[in-house]
């Protein structure tokens, strides 16, 4: 970057387009489909041919951006992996442990039955932290010493209650729907059982 200091326009803009990029999404598919709407939109659209190469689009840009968001993960697990091995070993390690990754995220949305709701779950749990609730407190605590202004300070504690607002809703949610689907399933195993 030729000017570090715009960062914060950059970023204030990026963030800002994506926000009301995944607001729109999100309005548009609530209104189109109301509360039947899926997990993903993708799951409410028709069979037809060109809504499938939608779909098939869709999985492409999740193919292409995984190894993007397995990054942050494998910057953390494989460096540590490595240093232990002697280095003809480094290699054969790095693959390994980027297998078992890929591996493991395969195998557990295959394996989870709702796995939407689990996804729904995580997401408000994590999402709330890292995103709302700890960087503003991280913001007091780092430069409580340097005299912060009393606007910075209501401003982070306010993102915060923000924050932990939608932690609560988001998880009471979550947990609300998880324990509905289950005994809805567990209804309808019990009627096929009787039904036999």
């Known amino acids: 970057m030729q000017n570090p200091r715009s960062f914060s326009k950059v970023l204030y ?4 387009i994506v926000t009301f990029l995944y607001i729109s999404l999100g309005t548009i598919g609530y ?3 109301g509360e039947s709407i899926g997990g993903s939109i993708t ?10 190469i939608v779909k098939i689009l869709y999985c492409f840009g999740i193919f292409i951006t995984y190894a993007l968001q397995f990054y942050v993960p494998a ?3 494989i460096p540590q992996a490595v240093a232990r ?15 078992l990754l890929v591996v493991v995220t395969c195998a557990l949305a295959i394996l989870i039955p709702e796995l939407d709701l689990v996804i729904s779950l995580v997401g408000s749990i994590s999402s709330s932290f890292l ?8 913001d007091i605590l780092t430069f409580h010493s340097e005299g912060l202004s009393p606007w910075l300070i ?6 915060s209650i923000i924050g932990f607002v939608g932690f609560v809703a988001g ?22 059982y009787v039904s036999y």
Request: charged residues 15%.
């Open 13 to 16: 803009t990026g963030m800002g």
């Open 31 to 33: 209104l189109c489909f």
């Open 43 to 52: 799951l409410n659209l028709p069979n037809c041919w060109m809504y499938q």
């Open 75 to 77: 910057e953390i697990l």
């Open 85 to 99: 091995v002697p280095e003809p070993w480094a290699l054969a390690v790095d693959l390994i442990i980027r297998t």
């Open 131 to 138: 995103a709302l609730i700890l960087p503003p407190l991280l």
């Open 154 to 159: 209501g401003k982070n504690i306010v993102i």
């Open 171 to 192: 998880t009471y949610i979550s947990i609300e729907q998880i324990i509905i689907r289950s005994s809805e399933r567990s209804a309808h195993n019990g009627t096929m």
